[in-house]
Nanobody, 115 residues
Framework: QVYLKESGGGSVQAGGSLRLSCRTS????????MGWYRQAPGKQRDLVAAINSDGSADYSDSVKGRFTISRDNAWNTVFLQMNNLGVDDTAVYYC?????????WGQGTQVTVSS
């Protein structure tokens, strides 16, 4: 059974930082592309960043230069370091992967940024 569990969300003031973690089980983690998505109230769920098995990464334009995605294959965990947070970064953040052609999601972790 595939299992993704996010942690690390919280409330911060604008300009602050948070580090999200997503621990996985049930997959051969090291070969999987892992993604972080976010969904603000009333909006669609959008890709924030993704990291491939070789460590190469993609970012949405809105977070480039502020967020960094990384992975630790020994711990089956993907991270999202978020710096210089702004109020527009407020959302529920979800960890995601694909296994056997199906999308799998964590339960999400709330990030709230206040001005």
């Amino acid at each position: 059974q595939v299992y993704l569990k996010e942690s690390g969300g919280g409330s911060v003031q604008a300009g602050g930082s948070l580090r999200l973690s997503c621990r996985t089980s049930g997959i051969n983690f090291k070969i999987h592309r892992m993604g972080w998505y976010r969904q603000a109230p009333g909006k669609q769920r959008d890709l924030v960043a993704a990291i491939n098995s070789d460590g190469s990464a993609d970012y949405s334009d809105s977070v480039k230069g502020r967020f960094t995605i990384s992975r630790d294959n020994a711990w089956n965990t993907v991270f999202l370091q978020m710096n210089n947070l702004g109020v527009d970064d407020t959302a529920v953040y979800y960890c995601q992967t694909v296994w056997r052609s199906l999308n799998y999601w964590g339960q999400g972790t709330q990030v709230t940024v206040s001005s």
